[in-house]
């Protein structure tokens, strides 16, 4: 492909403006599609790029046959056309493709034209979206992450969800989404009273989100209600979103133990079976790859380039039932990872040869968040909170963070969110109670766009020492909604020349509220 001259940041505007065209549908009444040609109904994604590679996702409003141009020009000169997909009722009118043999760095355009298959002349308008491929050489990255995404009530008001906008403004090679990317236990009204007299106002809403989610369509409805943000759509037009999931995208803190039989919002009291619906419409609804070996895999390797491999964890579909997690050896019960994912990891992690290895994990490893949380008892994360000899779920991590350092794996960072507050946490085995590894920083941040909590307590099992944080005072109380600022993100910038890797963790205006530069560990 040929090489170009257009900055990403040149064509925010225009994807904004020419790309998202069909995004209007969604404000239409019901109209006969015997007199109106197919539309795009949720923008376009992007996700999951690596050098040579990316998947791209769209909707349509009715089965299509969906036609793609692939191009290094936003002018689609010298197109590549690729085989048509067709969409159908069966993935709720969704495709997504994985696009190959490209160019490493190198700005990608894709469109999409979508044709009615009842009536084939019938054509839409097109739909255009870029991302860059990663880096075959050392150069800067910058990527965001954050998580938690419309939760706990709180959806799409006159400003919308902000804080997309503030990363776009970053234009980052890519959105790191750390879990808990919808909430398909938080039913939505039209309207919240806030404590201090005024009205959350969700001037958007569906049927679906003044639900608990339950059919595998009202899962899917949580992940297009997210779409019908304007600064969501934006932002997946010209950024790739590298997604994981944790307990939301079913509902709260489940596992294997959940009771759902006293719970009057579902009549399905299945935690497997709503688990398999939210998994499918998670798979459907995101440019997640695709793994043959285990179809639905969330945890994975994205290797972008020399200096960064991120290593994506499911802390969530191979654990163990939540419970006072305090067992004595690792058993499948005691385990939060589980020992495939563990093998995958340890393995790819010593044949990584990248500079910084990003282990993106949705839950902390030494804040405790509890099962239930009004009592205070029983593990949803890692930490069981007893700040003492690792037990239950933090045998696996001790195994995992011994393997790290006999290794001699450097340069390990950890990325999180789930507690929606934001905070920068050393861990230092002079201050554990299990002491066999490394120093390595973890950082959190979220939400994205819901309410604010926190802060949480500690377990001091791996020695985490507190270098930062910023969460709601006692004043301000709990579940703070976005309009009140306390929205985060986070910013991941390497140096291609120093290959030093600095972090900044903002908030949803864009201001910079803590800042650390760590230095590369070099192989002897």
Known sequence: MNKISMTRRAFVTSASAVGLAGVSGLALPYYSRANQRPAFT?????????????????RTDRPSRVMFEVSSTESFANAVRLAPLDTSPAS?????????????????FYRM???????????????????????????????????????????IDETGMKTYATIAKHTPDFFLHSGDTIYADGAMKDEVDLPNGGKWKNTVLIDEKRKVAETLDEYRGQWKFNMMDRHVLALSAICPTFYQWDDHEVLNNWSDSKDLSADDRYTEKSIHVLAARAARAFHEMTTIRYEPSEPGRVYRKIAYGPLLDVFFLDMRSYRGPNGPDMQETMTPQSRILGEQQIKWLKRELANSNATWKIIAADMPLGLVVWNDGSKKVGAEAVS???????????????????????????????????????AAHYYNPDKAQFQDFNPFWEFVSGPIHSGTFGPNGFDMTFGPELKFIKAPTAEQGQNLPPSAGLQFFGLVDIDGATEQLTVRLMDRDDSELYKVTLDPVRSA
């Open 384 to 422: 069981n909170g007893d700040n003492g000899p690792a037990k239950g779920r933090e045998l696996e991590i001790a195994d995992l963070l011994r393997y790290i350092k006999n290794a001699g794996i450097s340069n390990t960072v950890w990325l999180t969110a789930d507690v929606h507050y934001t």
């Open 92 to 108: 709720d009118n969704t495709v997504k493709r994985l696009l190959t043999d490209l160019a490493s760095d190198q700005d990608i």
């Open 42 to 58: 949720h923008g376009i994604q992007s996700g999951d790029v690596d050098a040579t590679s990316g998947m791209v996702w769209t």
């Open 113 to 155: 034209v979508a044709a009615d298959l009842a009536d084939i002349n019938a054509v839409s308008e097109p739909i255009v979206g870029r991302f860059r491929t990663a880096p075959a050489s050392k150069r800067d990255i910058r990527f965001a992450w954050s998580g938690d995404t419309a939760g706990q009530g709180w959806g």
